[in-house]
């Protein structure tokens, strides 16, 4: 007797987890990889890159593979409504790799409204990464194709993690943009893209590595640079360069080829800065200490040279950061320590202290035979 | 049929309900820790221990025979634990998406996991003894690759400032914590022998405790505290279980320790609601297991919001608790001179 109900209980259990529900196939789910917003008039338009799917082999690699479909409304919450009414499967954002937005919409600080609607209707925590577009977006996604052999996906990954661990661009999720923007340290800092030959494209390959090294890329989309947000506005666009010393000063790159004019050594961070910030009558305090060995293959650059040129770059790059009044170089992260509380921090008011904060950098290079 | 848990197995039962309850208390259903959590843990800790030592206090035989406040002491244990069930299932509902689960009817949800709870409150403890038993040994290894999987994008500055929201909120984060803990050490009070060993209850409260923190400080250095209105239980459960930094697989062990975690956390509160209630009753152990699943079923599907009452409860529960087993402690001695 006990078997037998044990038996109909498992039955109804089991028929309660699997029939009561409505199948997830993969051919009734559009799913969104990139995603391209862009402000035109008074209108937003969105650009959606969606893989053409079928059961057996899910997204497919080759440019013929996708299809761009595209929404208008007069918001990004309204644009997103149409997108899922005009779509014939139902919108999903799970495997979502890129959302980028154009330079007009940064500008215009919807992108606070953005990730926030994303990450609390959508709930997207994907590890989507989050990109700032120089020219329009819808371009962007419609020139961004599959490499050869590979899903458009996993290409995106690849190159950003490239781009990620030369420095060139910031670590820019998705979730760590809207971390950043809510919470009281820092501000993000989102990568920047661009089409190749457009104008005011940030890409300057030639200023951070030697002459002589031959710099192609296969696609028309490139990811170099990175774009500060305060308040979820863009305050700041960062070159290729600039994002490495900002790299380097959040600890997040660790080597890189550092070029002065027809000189070059390779240059490593040999642990991550040490920074302190003190609270003084007359202000902020900020100490910085870095130090790198330098490999010069020439012998032409000394160990003070080298030293003189990298404080210079970032004592550069932070005085743009305080003009433009945005702080995305993790100082603040530091600063925080000094507070016992959030009330305490935020009557501090690291927003207002950063601009005229005195900063103090020291950079001490080692000469190293390799 | 008596419904009784051994000390062998009320330990475990205990200690991962401490664990979980101390960590979704301050870090899921209140929000204004920032990320002080584990702050509020360790102080709970510390106000918990003289409870933790009172049960563990030696003396046979079930609970508080011969006092004349038998009646209400339990129904008070049994309006917490059926609030606390109601707490943890609606909390289950809001995390169905994580397991893929969230077209399902919040009914049918509710009914298997209610249904289940039963079974294992029907069991007499032995299945909830063994259930967190497992949970402790699966924690270690999943908890383990979590942390090596993670560990690269831990942010030790995110723990500060140190006092997040104030020493005065803290302070009554410590006594809500405490509250959470004592009510989660309340089936060790159904222990019918000492096969728990000496000190079970605190044991079981300086592990569940130990985990808990570890938790609370791994949600910390994963996500900054939303300190710009921006936080929701919503919020923090992506943080946590999502977190944004690599794909949904990867964040598997911490689902599945999630919801193993809360499991035998309900699973544990059901038996006490159970168990209360036949120590009230005096009814079958059955009648009193189903009747107090179909309560919080009920309460569970309407639209009151347990949320409001939250703080309130658990700084109730902390002095209910020491008076409970005050009480008991009389009982016994009465009992058995």
């Given amino acids: ?370 | 049929m008596i419904l009784s848990i051994r000390g062998c197995e009320a330990r475990p039962l205990s200690a991962a309900m401490v664990a979980a309850r101390a960590f979704i208390g301050v870090s899921v259903v209140t929000l204004e820790y920032f990320n002080t959590g584990w702050i509020c843990i360790l102080g709970g800790f510390v106000l918990a221990l003289p409870l933790a030592l009172m049960i563990d206090l030696p003396g046979k035989g079930r609970f508080m025979a011969g006092t004349r406040l038998r009646k209400p002491a339990w129904a008070l244990v049994f309006a917490l634990a059926i609030y606390e069930c109601t707490v943890l299932t609606r909390l289950i509902l809001k995390s169905t998406l994580y397991c893929g689960l969230d077209q399902l009817q919040p009914l049918g949800t509710t009914l298997v996991t209610l249904a289940f709870c039963g079974l294992m409150a029907v069991k007499n403890g032995r299945g909830l003894g063994n259930g967190a038993r497992i949970w402790g040994i699966v924690f270690l290894v999943l908890f383990s690759l979590v942390v090596l999987s993670q560990v690269e994008n831990f942010q030790f500055y995110w723990l500060f400032p140190i006092l997040g929201p104030g020493v005065r909120s803290l302070a009554r984060g410590c006594l809500e914590t405490a509250g959470a803990l004592a009510g989660a050490m309340t089936p060790l009070l159904f222990r019918e022998d000492e096969t728990g060993g000496k000190h079970c209850a605190l044991r079981s409260l300086s592990a569940g405790c130990a985990v808990a923190t570890a938790l609370c400080l791994y949600e910390a250095l994963m996500s900054p505290s939303l300190a710009m209105g921006s936080a929701s239980q919503i919020s923090v459960l992506d943080a946590l279980l999502a977190n944004g930094r690599a794909s949904l697989a990867l964040m598997l062990p911490i689902v599945v320790l999630w919801f193993t975690g809360v499991f035998a956390t309900l699973n544990g509160y059901g038996f006490t609601g159970a168990a209360a209630l036949q120590g009230m009753t005096g009814l079958d152990g059955r009648v009193c297991v189903w009747g107090a699943m179909g309560l919080i079923l009920i309460l569970t599907l309407t639209e009151i919001s347990s949320r409001k009452w939250f703080h309130i409860v658990e700084m109730g529960e902390y002095l209910l608790a020491i008076c409970a087993t005050v009480l008991l402690r009389i009982g016994k001695r009465r009992a058995s001179p």
């Fill in chain 1, 1 to 370: 007797m006990k078997r037998a109900a044990a038996l109909a209980m498992a039955l109804v259990f089991t028929a309660a987890l699997t029939g009561c529900s409505e199948v997830g196939y993969l051919e009734h789910q559009a799913y969104a990889i990139i995603i391209g917003i862009d402000r035109e008039a008074e209108e937003t338009v969105l650009t959606v890159k969606f893989p053409q799917m079928t059961g057996a082999s899910g997204e497919k690699s080759g440019s013929d593979s996708y299809v761009t479909t595209e929404s208008r409304g007069i918001n990004f919450r309204q644009a997103m409504e149409t997108l899922k009414l005009g779509i014939p499967r139902k919108l999903n954002l799970s495997a979502t790799v890129l959302i980028v937005v154009s330079r007009k919409i940064a500008e215009s600080g919807e992108i606070r409204e953005i990730t926030q609607f994303l990450i609390s209707d959508h709930r997207l925590y994907s590890a989507a990464y989050f990109a700032v577009c120089q020219g329009d977006a819808r371009s962007f996604v419609e020139a961004q194709e599959p490499s050869t052999g590979m899903r458009l996906s996993e290409g995106l990954k690849a190159m950003v993690k490239n781009g990620e661990n030369q420095g060139i661009i910031p670590q820019s999720r998705l979730a760590d943009v809207y971390y950043l923007m809510n919470s009281v340290y820092s501000d993000p800092l989102v990568m920047l893209c661009a089409l190749k030959d457009e104008e005011g494209t940030v890409r300057e390959p030639g200023d951070n590595l030697p002459r002589d090294v031959p710099v192609s890329y296969t696609g028309d989309n490139q990811y170099t640079g990175a774009c500060a947000l305060k308040d979820g506005k863009a305050a700041i666009y960062l070159t290729g360069l600039e994002t490495i010393y900002a790299n380097l000063l959040l600890g997040n790159a660790s080597e890189f080829t550092c070029a002065m004019g027809e000189r070059a050594a390779y240059v490593t961070l040999r642990r991550k800065p040490k920074i302190r910030v003190r609270r003084e009558k007359d202000g902020a305090k900020v100490e910085i200490e870095m130090r790198f060995t330098g490999y010069d293959v020439a012998g032409e650059l000394s160990a003070y040279e080298l030293a003189e040129h990298l404080r210079g770059r970032m004592l550069e790059l932070i005085g743009r950061c305080q003009a433009a009044g945005v702080e995305p170089l993790g100082f603040a992260d530091q600063a925080a320590k000094g507070s016992a509380t959030v009330e305490d921090w935020k009557k501090f008011n690291w927003a207002e202290q950063f601009p005229r904060a005195e900063i103090d950098l020291q950079v001490t290079v080692t000469k190293t035979a390799f």
